[in-house]
């Protein structure tokens, strides 16, 4: 098990540091639906298919859930203030990525390195609230971090939909992403001079391995799905499917492998025999599968 590195923690201004980090997690949530309104302009523009704009959206998903794991740990092994501000400044450079994007592949492209830059900066912000407010006052910061979470994929809709309107000096679509460059540059300035610097936790070991092959796994599943009707559901669409299963069963068996030697596994697959767990998988498979049928109806 690894251990906590213990030092004394400036808390003095800890409201502070609250707002910088709940306001990087309220951008990570926007971004996550900001994109939909913007999906017709987008399509237009670039001349991208139908599976391209469904890619655009799945992937910064993917690339976020099979790397948060890795990023969280990453936050205990080099602080969780330098990899805060390292995630933060990289959402910013790929949100500017994002917005010149000049074809659908490279605005796809783009879009996996902002999810996979999100995946360093949104674990922070849990391990900050848990540190800094150790007293009664966590369940009033909590409370203010799942109101922020929650008002952020309505804020996504009704922002993207302003900016597309708006068509800010003729940004159109683009102004969705430009406008996370201004945004992290204020929360990176208020993190580098009021974030504390939090214990490291000694011990803590990445499954690097085990995060590669989930994602390739998850690749290889959900990519026939976006692009198999462009590609005429040719055998090399199933092909790549089998592919899929057989990765994410050789995950599985790395992390029982890595669980039995007494490492790290990056998932706990003991939740999956939790009732409670599997349920909420399900709730959000269902949420996000209706938002991704949405996109492309």
Known sequence: MHQIVSHPVD????????????????MFGVDAFIVNVAIPTIA?????????IEAVIAIYLIAYATLVVTGGRLGDIYGTR?????????????????????????????????????????????????????DGSRGRAFGIYGIVL???GAAG??????????????????????????????????AWKIMPMLPRRAGTRLDIP???LLFLGLLCLIGPLLFGHDLHWSPAVWLVMAAGAV??????RLERAVAGRGGMPLIDLSLLSDKAFMR????VFFFFFANCRSISS
């Open 82 to 134: 330098n990899v805060f501000i390292a995630g933060v400044a990289g959402f910013t450079v790929t949100s500017l990525w994002c917005a010149l994007a000049q074809s659908g592949p490279e605005l796809i492209a783009a879009r996996l390195a902002q999810g996979a830059t999100a995946a360093l900066m949104v674990p922070q912000v849990l391990a900050t609230i848990h540190l800094l407010f150790a």
């Open 157 to 190: 809709f009704v922002l993207g939909g302003l900016l597309v309107t708006l068509d800010l000096a003729g940004l159109g679509w683009r102004a969705v992403f430009f406008v996370n460059v201004p945004f992290g540059a204020i929360i990176i300035a208020a």
């Open 11 to 26: 808390t003095s201004r800890r409201w502070w540091v609250l707002a910088t980090v709940v306001a990087a997690q309220f």
């Open 150 to 152: 929650g008002l952020a």
């Open 247 to 252: 990765i994410i069963a050789g995950f599985l």
């Open 210 to 212: 085990g995060a590669i």
């Open 44 to 52: 237009a523009e670039l001349h991208a298919s139908a599976a391209q």
């Open 280 to 283: 909420g998988l399900v709730a």
